[in-house]
């Protein structure tokens, strides 16, 4: 089992930044491929981005590149989300999620992903 914990979210306006933290516990956190989705009101949870276990080849979709990065701290257990120049439109509940097992590659499906933590929100104003 791992559990994963959200933090960092909160209330921003347009162009400003946030870093979102997730700390997990449990199974060895640096064997796990680990991404970032998020859920608007009325849509679908969405890929975000994601990493592989060594934090190598991070992958974002195309909505937030060149403004978020995804990284992680093993020896922390840890994964984060800096998020810059933010908009209206990434108003969401941000989730982090792991995979079940080490020999599992990274995924933008949120269905591959076995640990889902609570979600924090985050609110752009305009």
């Known amino acids: 089992q791992v559990q994963l914990v959200e933090s960092g979210g909160g209330l921003v306006q347009t162009g400003g930044s946030l870093r979102l933290s997730c700390a997990a516990s449990?199974?060895?956190?640096?064997?796990?491929?680990m991404g970032w989705f998020r859920q608007a009101p009325g849509k679908e949870r969405e890929f975000v981005a994601l990493?592989?276990?060594?934090?190598?080849?991070?992958y974002y979709a195309d909505s937030v590149k060149g403004r978020f990065t995804i990284s992680r701290d093993n020896a922390k257990n840890t994964l984060y989300l800096q998020m810059n120049s933010l908009k209206p439109e990434d108003t969401a509940v941000y989730y982090c999620?792991?995979?079940?097992?080490?020999?599992?590659?990274?995924?933008?499906?949120?269905?591959?992903?076995?640990?889902w933590g609570q979600g924090t929100q985050v609110t752009v104003s305009s």
């Open positions: 449990g199974r060895t956190f640096s064997s796990l491929p």
């Open positions: 990493i592989t276990r060594i934090g190598s080849r991070p």
């Open positions: 999620a792991a995979r079940g097992s080490p020999f599992s590659s990274s995924s933008q499906s949120r269905t591959a992903y076995d640990y």
